[in-house]
């Protein structure tokens, strides 16, 4: 069983920045793709950014330009530029042709 944990998240005034980090029980390079997504109270939850086994990235268009993914052997989220409307709680997915499996999410508060 594939564990992932996200760390990271908190109380940040808008503009700030925050770095999610993301470590998995096995390597990330096992994975097609390691992901981020969120949810904001009241709203499903929504795909951020991903990074593929080869190192290609995208972004959705609400952060393009504000967060960056990348990747050691875990996987960051670098946040810019924070808007209230950015206040979620951050999941990690791994993806793989087997299944897909999530951490339990990390909060990240953005106040105005």
């Known amino acids: 069983q594939v564990q992932l944990v996200e760390s990271g998240g908190g109380l940040v005034q808008a503009g700030g920045s925050l770095t999610l980090s993301c470590v998995a029980s096995?390597?990330?390079?096992?994975?097609?793709?390691m992901a981020w997504y969120r949810q904001a109270p009241g709203k499903q939850r929504e795909w951020v950014a991903t990074i593929t086994r080869s190192g290609s990235t995208n972004y959705a268009d609400s952060v393009k330009g504000r967060f960056t993914i990348s990747r050691d052997n875990t996987v960051y989220l670098q946040m810019n530029s924070l808007k209230p409307e950015d206040t979620a709680v951050y999941y990690c997915k791994a993806d793989s042709q087997i299944r897909d499996y999530w951490g339990q999410g990390t909060q990240v508060t953005v106040s105005s």
């Open positions: 096995r390597s990330i390079f096992t994975f097609d793709a």
